[in-house]
């Protein structure tokens, strides 16, 4: 198979287990926004599921701007859109344009605050995300192009004053034959002695319901949005909030096993501000 085949998916097919929301919203009338940096490049790709060099290598780098406001203390909007630039060694044009960009709304069920009977906090999430007008047939496409729902499970708990742990479960739908899919993401938080510190580690699954391998049975480039694309990931994450309401997140993202997706790592670094 030819290697410009192989590269295709590296990007639209490789977007880390990220949260998609909280479990714990904004408080009523508070609003944040926020702006991301987010970094990858790799020269091996999962064929199936196996980890192939590509012989050259596929950067790419997004910029996110988000905001989010609390209103009446159990709902919660979400906005979020960016820009983004990639890049294939062998082929000396880039790809810039804006990516896909998403709209939210969270309800929550549950508050753990509130209630004194052991149960955790629990919120829903339904988003909408709107593809972007790029190129989708290219080396270094940005992304997939294509819209769709999704709606997600949030659920929280604080274990101790400085422990909790979170989860995110999330059915995607999409159309352009994009394969729909089911994402997980179990984390823990830890905050440490000194103020406004804290650490996260991450565990998170990406499935897609297909049977479909790059190189696979009647594989073809028509076939790319529904491949069988499947990963592992591993997310630290360091974050610091001062008292004036900034704050600072840097975050790594670790491909740890996969199918049709980059062998990847990914480095993030976000600020943000709540007023």
């Known amino acids: 198979m ?4 192989l590269v295709v998916l590296l990007l639209s097919g490789s977007t880390a287990a ?5 479990p714990w919203l904004l408080e009523d009338g508070v609003t944040n926004f926020g702006i991301s940096l987010i970094s990858g490049s790799s020269r091996d790709f999962f064929i199936g599921e196996t980890s192939t060099d590509l012989g050259g290598d596929l950067e790419g780098t997004f910029v996110w701007l988000n905001a989010s406001h609390g209103y009446d203390d159990i709902w919660a909007f979400d906005f979020r859109t960016g820009y983004a630039r990639s890049q294939f060694e062998d082929n000396p044009d880039e790809q810039r344009d804006i990516s896909d960009t998403s709209l939210g709304v969270s309800y929550q069920f549950l508050n753990e605050f509130e209630q004194d009977n052991g149960l955790p906090t629990v919120s829903g999430r339904l988003g909408y995300t709107i593809g972007g007008d790029y190129e989708t047939d290219l080396i270094d496409a940005i992304g997939d192009g294509a819209s769709g729902f999704d709606v ?3 659920v929280g708990k604080n274990l101790a004053p400085a422990f909790s742990v979170s989860g995110d479960l ?3 739908q999409r159309d352009s034959n994009v ?3 089911v ?4 984390s823990a938080n830890y905050a440490a002695p000194l103020p406004g510190l804290s650490f996260q580690l991450g565990y998170g699954l990406v499935r897609t319901d297909s049977d479909i391998d790059i190189g696979g049975p009647g594989f073809g480039v028509e076939q790319f949005s529904q491949t069988d694309r499947d990963s592992d990931w591993l997310i630290t994450s360091v974050n610091y909030a001062f008292l004036s309401g900034f704050g600072v997140n840097f975050s790594l993202s670790t491909v740890l096993d996969g199918r049709n997706v980059a062998d990847t790592n990914i480095g993030t670094v976000s600020l943000s501000y709540t007023l």
Do not use: N
């Open 152 to 154: 997600s499970l949030l």
């Open 170 to 172: 999330t059915y995607r």
């Open 179 to 181: 394969a729909d899919g």
């Open 183 to 186: 994402k997980f993401l179990l």
């Open 2 to 5: 030819s290697k410009k085949l």
């Open 18 to 22: 990220y949260a998609e929301g909280s």
